[in-house]
């Protein structure tokens, strides 16, 4: 961007049109006015200085201090990560989501498959199939009613 810029204020000083710059680069000319117009006011084809509050938590080095401690640590909770570090929770939470583009992930407890389990399902399962392979899974009737018996002691 920078060097599509320079070209800009080159070709103008040369004593190029907008018209021309615009057939020269293949760019807009809303693009050549902005970097004309920039040229202008400060002197510099650098962006200008962006307005709004600076920002004091969510910096480059504080970004860059969060990573090297989720590498370290990856099952850190963001609370208590804010807490150590002395900053609020939520710009913690945006910091992890938002600037590093990392997402909670909870290990779900799982039922343990043993290799005896494994065979055990497939051997039952190819027995279904060969089961039902005649279509006689149409023949089965489920029923949504329930039946109630009431024994009195």
Known sequence: MESKRSAVIQLFEAGNTKSQIVRLLKTNKMFISRTLSRYNDTGSIADRTRPGRPRTVRTFSVTKNVSQRIRRNPSRSIRKMAKEMNTNRESMRRLVRNDLGMKAYKLRKRQFLTQLNKQKRLKR???????????????????????????RL
């Open 125 to 151: 399962c190819k027995a279904k199939i060969f089961r039902f392979t005649d279509g006689r899974h149409k023949q089965i009737f489920f029923s949504d009613e329930k039946l109630f018996t009431v024994n």
